[in-house]
């Protein structure tokens, strides 16, 4: 119950017409209590048929800044990977984040279009992290190795994909938008939960 408690204070952001997370989940516990374990060795990693969540590189100085990463099995566990009074993004709440984020600073000031606001800008990530939203991340493959941690973030999209593939988000430093992409489901990516 202490970590729900410690969730509960988490910082949120109004983006259109979610309340999304400003950080990636860091939770260890399914709601009811039950732990998830950690997978550190690759091996292990791929071969995992439970839920498991690691840190990038294994180094748990990275959880303050990128969050924890999880497989699949974590994501669909009946327990619920997301804290109470949060769930985990589907396709359609994801694709209205890349309008949203690009509106969002016309929408608080309402002294420019969201043409010319966005012009301003290199990026969609670039509004985001000025609004405080922040997208990092990186992600583990399914052979235990990691990549991309500062060069774009991850993240589980809520879907009943079958078979080997799920769906993923990820937005690079480059990249306009937040684009749907297919992942292996041994893969560890980010989770960023929306305000029930």
């Not at 950080?23 to 071969?47: F, K």
């Not at 589907?90 to 002294?111: A, F, G, P, Q, V």
Request: net charge negative; glycine share 8%.
């Amino acid at each position: 119950m202490l970590e729900q408690e410690l969730v509960s204070n988490v910082e949120t952001l109004c983006v259109g017409s979610f309340e999304w997370m400003t950080t990636n989940l860091t939770v260890s516990h399914y709601q009811n209590g039950d732990a998830i374990p950690e997978v550190r060795d690759p091996l292990e990693w791929s071969n995992c048929n439970i839920g498991a969540w690691c840190h990038y590189n294994n180094d748990p100085k990275n959880e303050a800044v990128y969050g924890k990463l999880y497989n699949i099995h974590a994501l669909n566990d009946p327990r619920g990977l997301a804290p109470v009074g949060f769930h985990i993004p589907d396709e359609m709440e994801w694709s209205n984040i890349n309008k949203s984020l690009r509106c969002k600073e016309h929408l608080e000031n309402k002294k420019e279009d969201c043409n010319s606001t966005c012009s301003n800008f290199n990026s969609r990530r670039d509004l985001a992290k000025k609004c405080g939203f922040t997208f990092l991340g990186g992600y583990r493959f399914a052979d235990g190795s990691f990549s991309y941690l500062n060069s774009a973030g991850f993240w589980w999209c809520k879907s009943e994909e079958e078979g080997i593939i799920a769906w993923v988000k990820n937005l690079g430093c480059s990249f306009s938008n937040a684009y749907k992409n297919s992942g292996l489901k041994a893969n560890g990516y980010s989770v960023r939960c929306i305000k029930d």
